[in-house]
């Protein structure tokens, strides 16, 4: 994935990947599929090649990520969410070349938390925000 170009910032993001899930700590929470966003950034160490040649060869495919996602959500069911992000962060990583870096905020849209407007999240990755 290195280029001959200067070292630039250049990252890639999925945001707000909205997915149902069986999640909740309650068999009766878990029961509805509630939905979920996955905010997902990919840092990469060098600018992708892919900046230059135009080839999805040369970078990370983030429809590839989408359905790992996707994948990670149908097939099990989960009590916390910070299981389902560690999962999402875990199977992300494993995919990608080991010179990225790798950072997943999960929001869960609608807990069951008496006024609570924004949803609950969970952030797991390879940096800080901020």
């Given at each position: 994935?290195?280029?001959?170009?200067?070292?630039?910032f250049s990252?890639?993001?999925?945001?707000?990947?909205?997915?149902?899930?069986?999640?909740g700590?309650?068999?009766?929470?878990?029961?509805?599929?509630?939905?979920?966003q996955?905010?997902?950034?990919?840092?990469f160490?060098?600018?992708?090649?892919?900046?230059?040649?135009?080839?999805?060869?040369?970078?990370?495919?983030?429809?590839?990520?989408?359905e790992?996602?996707?994948?990670?959500?149908?097939?099990s069911?989960?009590?916390?969410?910070?299981?389902?992000g560690?999962?999402?962060?875990?199977t992300?990583?494993?995919?990608?070349?080991?010179?990225?870096?790798?950072?997943?905020?999960?929001?869960?849209?609608?807990?069951?938390?008496p006024?609570?407007?924004?949803?609950?999240?969970?952030c797991?990755?390879?940096?800080?925000?901020?």
């Amino acid at each position: 994935m290195a280029s001959n170009a200067p070292y630039l910032f250049s990252s890639l993001t999925l945001e707000g990947f909205r997915q149902k899930v069986h999640l909740g700590c309650g068999e009766e929470e878990r029961r509805v599929p509630q939905f979920v966003q996955f905010n997902v950034e990919i840092r990469f160490s060098a600018l992708p090649q892919g900046c230059l040649t135009d080839d999805l060869e040369d970078t990370v495919c983030y429809a590839e990520m989408s359905e790992a996602l996707r994948e990670i959500c149908q097939r099990s069911e989960y009590r916390l969410i910070e299981k389902l992000g560690w999962t999402a962060y875990s199977t992300l990583k494993k995919q990608l070349p080991p010179t990225v870096k790798l950072r997943i905020k999960l929001i869960k849209e609608k807990p069951p938390v008496p006024d609570l407007l924004n949803g609950s999240s969970f952030c797991v990755g390879d940096w800080a925000e901020g």
